[in-house]
T-cell receptor, first 115, second 114 residues
Framework: GAVVSQHPSWVICKSGTSVKIECRSL??????MFWYRQFPKQSLMLMAT?????????EQGVEKDKFLINHASLTLSTLTVTSAHPEDSSFYIC???????????FGPGTRLTVT | AQSVTQLGSHVSVSEGALVLLRCNYS??????LFWYVQYPNQGLQLLLK??????LVKGINGFEAEFKKSETSFHLTKPSAHMSDAAEYFC????????????FGQGTELSVKP
């Protein structure tokens, strides 16, 4: 149980285009989902907290107009990187929280490369 | 505010040797503590968690960790390393009015020599 999927697992896009990453909780309902960014050999950096039916809460320094987050249902959250640039290339990981539990279940990650 | 410090960005052990990965935390409220493992190009997998029950926590793959409040530590151990244990390990803390946020340490890369 508690499986989280991400799609796509990797994507290459051209500079200036937008790309959408999906995060799904497959066997449970997630009222809260989190989006992280990870650079090579570094830890996870929390980008935003996504609550179903409400606007995402972004961490300081994260551009909300560039990283659009939508959490339209209890099993799906999406991250759209708008007008992508090479510096947006990174590994993006989502996680989901069950109810008010402090435990998070992580997706397998999405490797984004912007050329 | 909460924070986590993992001592040693890289630890190398021989196969069969004891694994010890260090984690110290700072928290103004009773913490929930986690250890996650990450294999290359993959997400995080939960190894074990401390949620204010038993201070010695047993996890998957033979790992365990002991919560020591007096030392603000939550070190991860395994009696005998396997080659398959080579990965990146993250300690994380949560709790209080953080909305379920996890605060991660910097990570420790574990190498296992044959």
């Amino acid at each position: 149980g508690a499986v989280v999927s991400q799609h796509p697992s990797w994507v290459i896009c051209k500079s200036g285009t937008s790309v959408k990453i999906e995060c799904r909780s497959l066997d449970f309902q997630a009222t809260t989902m989190f989006w992280y960014r990870q650079f090579p050999k570094q830890s996870l950096m929390l980008m935003a907290t996504s609550n179903e039916g409400s606007k995402a809460t972004y961490e300081q320094g994260v551009e909300k107009d560039k990283f659009l987050i939508n959490h339209a249902s209890l099993t799906l959250s999406t991250l759209t990187v708008t007008s992508a640039h090479p510096e947006d290339s990174s590994f993006y990981i989502c996680s989901a929280r069950v109810g008010r539990s402090y435990e998070q279940y992580f997706g397998p990650g999405t490797r984004l490369t912007v050329t | 505010a909460q924070s986590v410090t993992q001592l040693g960005s890289h630890v190398s052990v021989s196969e069969g040797a004891l694994v010890l990965l260090r984690c110290n935390y700072s928290s103004s409220v009773p913490p929930y503590l986690f250890w996650y493992v990450q294999y290359p190009n993959q997400g995080l997998q939960l190894l074990l968690k401390y949620t204010s029950a038993a201070t010695l926590v047993k996890g998957i793959n033979g790992f365990e960790a002991e919560f020591k409040k007096s030392e603000t530590s939550f070190h991860l151990t395994k009696p005998s390393a396997h080659m398959s244990d080579a990965a990146e390990y993250f300690c994380a803390v949560s709790g209080g009015n953080q909305g379920g946020k996890l605060i991660f340490g910097q990570g420790t890369e574990l190498s296992v020599k044959p």
